[in-house]
């Protein structure tokens, strides 16, 4: 066992291993492993053979020191992150077998209602430790537990609430995630704000196939982080039962009495392949047969028999985890496979609260809201009027975060959180580190704490490292069946300006449409902004809420301020523009455009406002009445949001049309830096009424 400080490779006296039943009830800890033990088994012999399991990871040698760490979150508000060879730590937490084996036949119920595998492990726990939902990537559990600590802090100081003053975060890994983006960018988040989290390292020397010296030089992520500042590094052997357990103890105290984040890195073996599926050829005979030696099932009845259990007593655990396990069989056999009728439920929140993650779980009740505008005072503009809805829902809800690159003392890169910080202090109002995977997953997080995050990202393309990250939050409630899920509010700012670039001008909102889950917002004024972004922060779904940089200033997108109780609903589009002879959908910096265009012509202009959803009836309305349809966006003709429109009104208005759908877009190439360059890509105003005429004309 090695514990290594903050000077390189200096190992500090080993701690004095506690006595067998100092921390733990040694009792437990060995009918735990028993049970996971007969559950690999039976997977293994009978439900994967029979096609009644189709995805199986044995946790056989990881098992140990799992239970030992599971049993160790003893807080009502810990949470733990785990991976695919986790179940032994679900186990520790108190999961029930029927649902651990019905999640992995994918039967009704469990952790998933049959969605997804039956290794991505949840555990809402309400009353005491959370298993936080897991993804299929390697490294995704990482920033979403860096998360949850920074929201377990946020919520003991800034929120007041003593009960979360010892809890902790912990996230589980093996060695080859340590080299993922998720694990450096939450080392980074941890270390720089002394974030109470564990990362609990798994080392069983393979990814797959692939040996550990291609994870970290030298094949130790503990010895490589022994100098990294702001992070207690503890390394040793998690077939141990007694080095295991004083390990994971100094550990969780370390983390629990806010010395900062702490690195414990376990030595343990894969006795099994990475899957059912894997026969291991990659290793030689001498390398299985070494890793059977360091069974920690054998060493754990060592340690306890006779010391503390008689041979018989250990085979009454063995009987008893056996007849536990075979009642778990016929129960999980006996549940019917989830009603396909129902698949197509909680993508989104339906009116049934999820069980754990955001405001609505814990009784948030919004402030009164109307969608009737209260206008009063000068025109503002679009930065100006998301500010000061910022602002007052900073003010009335004190679970509201901003965080990003920037948006503190500089106030972002287009001022629209300008003096927030300095008004709400830096622990509701902060700047991050450069990762987006990290602020994105960090939001995870601590929307599932219980916050309300509102992270930003400065550009629409830097959203790109993010996407794991978007696209696993988005389908978190659905995938969990409505056990969890994590509001937030993502501002993006994006689009051309006075110029445009590959890098800062790219729309492509097509892509969050895309990734199920996600609620879309783009609105072209300062009055629409303000209503969608409080309809946004006080909903319970995650929303992009985009920002367009050619309307952020822009005279014709300025509004007086609609009121602090103004909210849009999503999904609504507006009538800007009424007419008869076609209809013209659109949204974002081109509703300027096809509102000028329509100027002395019979023209409706739609501006759809959202995305996700987006209003069909009114478009479909529109159209049947005018019996044509022109659909102009920002975004590139191929594959763009248009085409959903298209498709649409084709298929539903077919018998109404009275010339073909028709859309103006971007050509499928970047945006272009110059202005002449850009201007003669985006749909200019002269364009747009030549393709009206054209159809009018049809």
């Known amino acids: 066992m090695t514990v290594i400080q903050k000077k390189p490779r200096q190992a500090a006296p080993v701690p004095a291993a506690p006595a067998p039943h100092a921390a733990y009830d040694w009792q437990r800890v060995a009918y735990l492993m028993l049970v996971s033990r007969a559950l690999d088994e039976l997977e293994e012999t009978r439900l994967v053979p029979e096609r009644k399991v189709l995805y199986q990871f044995s946790a056989r040698g990881h098992d140990l020191a799992q239970i030992l760490l599971g049993l160790s979150l003893t807080d009502v508000h810990d949470a733990a992150c785990g991976y695919y060879r986790s179940r032994p730590m679900l186990l520790a937490l108190g999961v029930d077998l029927a649902d651990a084996l019905g999640s992995s036949m994918a039967r009704a119920g469990g952790y998933s209602d049959g969605r997804d595998i039956g290794v991505v492990f949840n555990h809402p726990n309400v009353g005491g430790a959370t298993a936080l939902p897991m993804c299929g990537g390697v490294g995704a559990q990482y920033t979403p537990t860096a998360g949850w600590a920074q929201a377990v802090e946020y919520r003991a100081r800034v929120m007041g609430d003593a009960s979360f003053a010892r809890s902790i975060s912990v ?24 974030l109470p989290m564990l990362f609990y390292i798994e080392d069983n020397g393979f ?19 022994a100098s990294f500042q702001g992070l207690h590094v503890l390394s040793g052997d998690g077939c141990d039962p007694q080095q295991s357990a004083a390990l994971i103890q100094q550990a969780i105290a370390h983390v629990r009495d806010r010395q900062g984040p702490c690195l414990l890195r376990l030595k343990v073996p894969r006795l099994q392949g990475h899957s059912f599926q894997d026969t291991q050829a990659y290793k030689s005979a001498a390398t299985v047969k070494r890793e059977w030696s360091r069974d920690p099932l054998p060493r754990l009845r060592d340690f306890l028999v006779p010391a503390s259990l008689s041979a018989h007593a250990w085979e009454a655990l063995e009987r008893s985890a056996h007849e536990a396990v075979e009642a778990a069989r016929e129960a999980a056999e006996a549940r019917p496979v989830s009603d396909p009728q129902q698949v197509t439920r909680h993508v989104f929140f339906e009116g049934e609260p999820q069980l754990r993650g955001g405001q609505h779980p814990e009784g948030y009740v919004p402030p009164p809201v109307s969608e009737t505008p209260t206008p009063a005072g000068q025109r503002l503009n679009m930065v100006a009027a998301i500010r000061r809805t910022l602002d007052h829902e900073l003010a009335v809800n004190e679970r509201v975060a901003l965080f990003g690159e920037d948006v503190g003392p500089k106030g972002g890169v287009h001022a629209v959180t300008l003096g927030l910080q300095e008004k709400y202090g830096a622990e509701r109002v902060f700047d991050t580190s450069l990762s987006e995977e990290g602020i994105i997953g960090r939001a995870v997080g601590m929307a599932l704490a219980g916050l309300m995050p509102v992270p930003e990202i400065q550009f629409r393309k830097y959203a790109d490292p993010a996407m794991e990250q978007i696209n696993d939050c988005g389908t978190m409630r659905w995938r969990t069946h409505n056990r969890f899920a994590a509001p937030m509010v993502v501002r993006i700012p994006g689009g051309f300006f006075k110029c445009g670039d590959p890098w800062h001008s790219q729309t492509n909102e097509v892509q969050f449409v895309h990734s199920p889950g996600w609620r879309v917002a783009v609105p072209s004024n300062a009055e629409d902004a303000v209503g969608l972004l409080r309809t946004a922060l006080r909903g319970n779904d995650p929303v992009i809420f985009f920002e367009h940089r050619a309307m952020l200033d822009a005279a014709s997108a300025r509004r007086p301020y609609p009121g602090d109780d103004f909210v ?31 100027e002395g012509r019979s023209v409706e202009v739609i501006d759809l406002r959202t995305l996700m959803p987006w209003d069909r009836e009114a478009v ?21 949001f248009g085409a959903e429109i298209a498709a649409v009104v084709a298929e539903q208005a077919f018998l109404q049309l009275d010339a073909p759908v028709a859309r103006l877009t971007m050509p499928d190439i970047p945006s272009p830096h110059h202005p002449t360059l850009m201007e003669f890509v985006l749909p200019s105003v002269a364009r747009i009424q030549a393709k009206i005429d054209e159809l009018v004309g049809f």
């Not at 479909?620 to 594959?639: F, K, M, P, Y």
């Open 171 to 194: 996230v589980m890994g093996g060695d080859g995630s340590v080299a993922t983006n998720g694990f450096w960018s939450a080392l980074t988040i941890a270390t720089t704000q002394k």
């Open 207 to 225: 990814g797959i196939s692939v040996p550990s010296t291609f994870q970290t030089p030298g094949a130790d992520i503990a010895r490589n982080l």
């Open 568 to 598: 849009l609903p999503f999904g609504k589009a507006r009538t800007v523009v009424a007419g008869d002879a076609l209809t013209l959908v659109t949204w974002g910096a081109m509703v300027e455009r096809c509102e000028a265009a329509a």
């Open 620 to 640: 479909l309305a529109s159209v049947n009445r005018t019996h044509r349809c022109l659909i102009v966006h920002e975004d590139l003709g191929t594959a763009g």
